[in-house]
Nanobody, 115 residues
Framework: QVQLVESGGGLVQPGGSLRLSCTAS????????MGWYRQAPGKQRELVAR???????NYAESVKGRFTISRDNAENTVYLKMDSLKPEDTAVYYC?????????WGQGTQVTVSS
């Protein structure tokens, strides 16, 4: 069983930056594909960014060029650096870890972009 704990959310003004962190307990982190998803009120959860065990990345079109996903396998942590934040980025951000049929979710962290 893997537990994922997110941190780093908060309130930020438009154009600002935040860095989210997701730390995993347990073993085998380096083998997991890790992702960040978000869910805004009244909307479905959507993929924001994903990084594979081989460090290949993919991003939602809406965040390309603004967000960067990275991982530190020594720290069992995946990061999401968010720059040039917009009000439409406001959502609960969830960390996900996947390996074959296994999928684990964190509890989520709120990101609010507002002046």
């Amino acid at each position: 069983q893997v537990q994922l704990v997110e941190s780093g959310g908060g309130l930020v003004q438009p154009g600002g930056s935040l860095r989210l962190s997701c730390t995993a307990s347990g073993t085998g982190f380096s083998a997991y594909s890790m992702g960040w998803y978000r869910q805004a009120p009244g909307k479905q959860r959507e993929l924001v960014a994903r990084i594979t065990s081989g460090r290949n990345t993919n991003y939602a079109e809406s965040v390309k060029g603004r967000f960067t996903i990275s991982r530190d396998n020594a720290e069992n942590t995946v990061y999401l650096k968010m720059d040039s934040l917009k009000p439409e980025d406001t959502a609960v951000y969830y960390c996900n870890g996947a390996l074959g049929p296994l999928s684990f979710w964190g509890q989520g962290t709120q990101v609010t972009v507002s002046s």
